[in-house]
């Protein structure tokens, strides 16, 4: 395999999370596909040898393409506002596919894009990379042109913007089961809360990358007793104690070759992992404002009360 092949297989590995940022950046499926496509042709023409992060030195440049389009928009549409016969609003000539539309935006969130277009280009750009994706402001920073401070800055203001509309765009501070709505009943929850986990289990199994995004809070956060821990280091895994945001929650269990059991766990909907029949480990999920905030991943089973279902 030469270099530009080795190239085009990791940016195919990397398609779905920089396709990811692209779209919640533009708002766009079109967009998102243009932004995609010009990453991999300035990529191809780099000198990407040297680069020892290459998703890290991918998205840095889909969120450079995203920026830069999303400035060009700001401007089509100020450029327009005195244009007779137009309402501010630039034309688009690429044609949509209303379902995949559709599809996307339910899994982003209407209400959250519409917040999204509200905000300032180096807004939007610093609170999607930081809050949905962990990127460091450090390196967010050369991005909009800015500190590290000022960068900090721009995303407190973007999730400021939410807080006003009572808007969370990752229901946090759900506990490991979480609790049911206002005014739900908990047998409802729980089959709401079952549905998601299953379309979670769906998701990691098809490798399916955005279908997990979909369904994951920003700021999910997955913790593993020192039992998994230790388990997965004798099978020589990379295990941790702990991981933090959708993309990297994402990216653990995407493509994940497992058979997990739907179960209760103390009386709530999760999953088992029971080979032979026998709980061997679980893992349960908090639950709110329809999204996943936590997953807890226990092998010491102790004074827990699994039913495989």
Same mark, same amino acid.
């Given at each position: ?6 190239l085009?297989?990791?940016?195919e ?12 950046? $533009?708002?766009?499926p079109?967009e ?33 393409v995203?920026?830069?389009? #999303?400035? !060009?928009?700001q401007?089509?549409?100020?450029? $327009? ?11 688009m ?10 599809? $996307?935006?339910?899994?982003?969130g ?12 180096a807004? *939007? ?20 042109? *800015? ?7 721009l995303? !407190? ?19 490991p ?25 769906t ?18 956060v ?12 004798a ?18 269990f995407?493509? #994940?070759?497992?058979?997990? #059991? ?45 039913? #495989?279902?």
């Open positions: 395999m030469n270099e530009h092949e080795w085009a297989a990791r940016f590995a990397d398609r779905p999370r920089l396709r990811a940022v692209a779209y919640r950046m $533009l708002g766009s079109a998102a596909d243009d932004a995609v496509q010009e990453t991999w042709l300035r990529a191809s023409r780099s000198d990407a040898a040297a680069v020892r992060n290459m998703s890290g030195w991918l998205t840095t440049i889909v969120a450079r995203s920026l830069n389009m #999303l400035q !060009s928009r401007s089509r549409r100020e450029e $327009l506002v005195d244009v007779p016969g137009t309402d501010g609003s630039p034309r000539d690429t044609p949509v596919d209303p379902e995949r539309e559709a599809l $996307l935006s339910e899994s982003v209407t209400a959250m894009l519409l917040i999204l277009d509200t905000l300032t280009p807004e *939007r750009l610093a609170f999607v990379l930081h809050d949905m994706f962990a990127v460091p402001f450090e390196e967010i920073a050369p991005i909009v042109d *800015r500190t590290p401070a000022a960068a900090r800055q995303a !407190s203001r973007a999730r400021r913007r939410f807080q006003r509309q009572g808007i969370a765009p990752g229901a946090p501070g759900a506990g089961q979480g609790e049911p709505a206002q005014g739900e009943g908990a047998d409802t929850y729980q089959a709401r809360k079952a549905d998601l986990i299953r379309a979670f289990l998701a990691s199994r098809d490798g399916d990358f955005e279908a997990l995004l979909s369904v994951l809070a920003p700021d999910i997955l913790r593993c007793d020192p039992t998994v821990v230790r388990m997965g280091a099978r020589g895994r990379n295990a941790v104690a702990e991981i933090r945001g959708s993309d990297a929650v994402a990216r653990a995407a493509k #994940l070759s497992w058979d997990p #059991l739907p179960a209760l766990i103390d009386g709530s909907a999760g999953l088992a992992y029971a080979p032979d029949g026998v709980p061997r480990a679980v893992y349960r999920f908090g639950v709110a404002g329809g999204l996943i905030t936590g997953i807890d991943v226990r092998a010491d089973l102790t004074g827990l009360d699994v039913v #495989l279902r």
